[in-house]
């Protein structure tokens, strides 16, 4: 086997973004201002130090709504096929909306839902 | 009987266990602990029931006898791991997540189950993530202290690592041949450079998940940090199951550049000895003791993968049987004493046997057997490995592997010196194990001494390895 493809491959892989980095810094117009450097946050500049503790209810409600949002994606091809399917294919959808039910019953129990 | 049993079982007390939790008002957690063994062992025993090999999913699913098998002995220890931990979840800082645990614990099973099924790279991929995932949360299980808390964090972040290292691998293994299932990729295989790197990235990624050498650095402190029960599941059923499919990938997938990974195997085999060895010597904290005890454990399995044989499966499987014994039985005993004491270090164990004569014994026959002393099942493990190695011409490698077995043989001599020879002025005080635990341990003692005695298990799997490659 060849050996020197494999170090051509890291080289040109590395070239490739390191070109991209230095000739953008090159290329790219550059303009700075007191207004450019402020962070967006809805237009205000934050007051005092950035590095706070987050609620972590914020967390839970992100990956409640992500487990929901991840399920519309399996939805989507189910439909597609139910018809010919038939039967069958309503019975899968039926246990695995029993399965996420149970998950956010699961949530709710433990109080997840609920903002302190 | 269905091809797809040992997940649908698991599946379904895992959903039984999920609705009792739910209902179950808080004071009464504890309740949930007998039904999820009783559970458990009831589809251990179902499992070992013939089943019919078959393809599911249009090949995404495979189940031979050998993983059927294969999934029974990952049950057998999670039925273990599941009667040791009840010690350690009637505590009080665990009373209201007990459940949480089996659940977690279950989930990460029905992941090595499709994980050891997979007839397709996706799959594979699908089941390591939810067999790794669940298990970082369960090493924050004690997530007030700060060191369980750090060993949940590093678990993710390797495990995400080396999740990202092994998908790269995956996909120029699917840009090169332009498929995901097994059966399709292994004639397309061969050796061109990009499948060579694209074999080294996966490897690279599996060695994370069995903790093989140049990726070990993780190991200890997660070893350490987790509970005790985690660590044990950690160090046995995870590392089994992915060696298991390791060796199955390495063996259908890659079997035509069979000679380059032989090579990689050779080296990654002794520094994963040697190293996990030498690091073993100095450790005093138990936990890491047997974390590092466990690399080189890693090691000599990997002596049974390199050079393709039938031999060479069967010896993995049996000795992956065996450890599971033998090192839940070690891991049983730090846990009852760490629950009970909270003490972990090798000095404490001074003098052990004159008020804990039982715990002390248990210790020392596991410790016995992970070093292959000869009646005990460890012997076997050991010498089938070397065998297979000897067989394919791999003598130096042999030779190197005795070497490090005869240290071995003296880090694990130390602790039992240290229990039965050692005096101490303040020994560990009588404790009292609850039947649970008695359970677990004689559990563990049986498999390691029947084992040892019954060539008919060595030869069934022998049987069933036939012709898998």
Not at chain 2, 414 to 419: G, P, S
Request: charged share 10%; with cysteine.
């Amino acid at each position: 086997m060849s050996a020197e493809s494999l170090i051509l491959f890291f080289i040109v892989g590395a070239f490739l973004v390191g070109f991209a980095i230095v000739f953008s810094i090159f290329v790219a117009p550059t303009s700075t201002n007191p207004q450019k450097a402020e962070p967006y946050e809805c237009g205000i500049p934050t007051e005092g130090l950035t590095w706070l503790q987050f609620n972590v209810g914020y967390y839970l409600f992100a990956i409640i709504f992500l487990i929901f949002d991840v399920e519309a994606v399996f939805i989507f091809p189910w439909a597609v096929v139910m018809k010919e399917m038939g039967m069958i294919a309503f019975v899968e959808i039926v246990i695995f909306f029993f399965v996420l039910g149970l998950g956010l019953l699961y949530a709710w129990k433990k109080g997840a839902l609920k903002w302190e | 009987m269905l091809i797809m049993r040992h997940e649908l079982l698991l599946i379904a007390i895992t959903v039984i266990l999920l609705i009792v939790e739910i209902f179950l008002p808080n004071t009464q957690k504890h309740k949930i602990i007998l039904p999820a063994i009783l559970l458990m062992a009831a589809v251990t025993v179902i499992g070992f029931f013939p089943g019919t090999p078959g393809v599911l999913f249009g090949g995404m699913f495979q189940s031979t006898q050998l993983t059927m098998m294969f999934k029974n002995i990952l049950n057998i220890g999670v039925l273990i791991v599941f009667i040791q931990s009840v010690d350690w979840l009637k505590q009080d800082q665990n009373k209201e997540k007990i459940s949480e645990f089996f659940l977690l614990m279950l989930a990460t099973l029905i992941g090595m189950n499709y994980m050891i099924s997979s007839g397709d790279f996706l799959m594979f991929y699908i089941g390591l993530e939810l067999a790794t995932i669940p298990v970082a949360a369960l090493a924050a299980f004690e997530r007030l202290k700060e060191k369980s808390a750090e060993a949940g964090v590093k678990l993710i972040f390797s495990s995400a690592l080396s999740s990202g290292i092994l998908l790269y691998g995956l996909s120029m293994i699917y840009g090169t041949t332009g498929t995901m299932y097994f059966a399709d990729v292994a004639p397309l295989i061969t050796g061109v450079p990009l499948q060579v790197l694209a074999f080294i990235f996966f490897f690279a990624g599996m060695a994370f998940k069995i903790s093989l050498v140049p990726f070990h650095l993780w190991t200890a402190d997660v070893y350490e940090g987790a509970p005790v029960n985690v660590t044990s599941y950690l160090s046995v059923i995870s590392k089994g199951a992915a060696v298991f499919i390791f060796t199955i990938i390495l063996y259908t997938v890659f079997s035509k550049i069979a000679v380059m990974w032989s090579d990689l195997i050779y080296v990654v085999t002794i520094l994963t000895i040697t190293v996990g060895n030498l690091f073993a010597l100095r450790q005093q904290n138990l936990k890491r003791f047997l974390a590092f005890s466990s690399i080189a454990q890693a090691g000599f399995i990997l002596l049974g993968v390199i050079g393709q044989s039938q031999l060479g499966m069967t010896t993995v499987i049996y000795f992956v049987l065996v450890y599971i014994f033998s090192n839940l039985g070690a891991f049983g005993v730090v846990g009852i004493i760490s629950n009970r004491t909270g003490k972990e270090n090798i000095n404490d164990y001074d003098g052990l046997y004159r008020t804990n004569p039982n715990l002390s014994l248990v210790m020392m026959l596991a410790l016995f057997s992970l070093a292959g002393i000869p009646p005990l099942a460890g012997f076997f493990g050991k010498f089938f490995l070397f065998t297979a190695a000897a067989k394919q011409g791999y003598y130096i490698l042999v030779l190197i592997a005795l070497i490090n077995t005869i240290i071995s043989l003296y880090y694990y001599l130390l602790v039992i010196k240290a229990m039965l020879l050692n005096n101490s002025d303040h020994p560990i005080a009588k404790i009292r194990s609850d039947n649970y635990t008695r359970l677990g341990l004689l559990i563990c003692v049986a498999g390691m001494v029947i084992i040892g005695f019954t060539s008919s298990i060595y030869e069934m799997v022998f049987n069933l390895s036939f012709g898998l490659y």
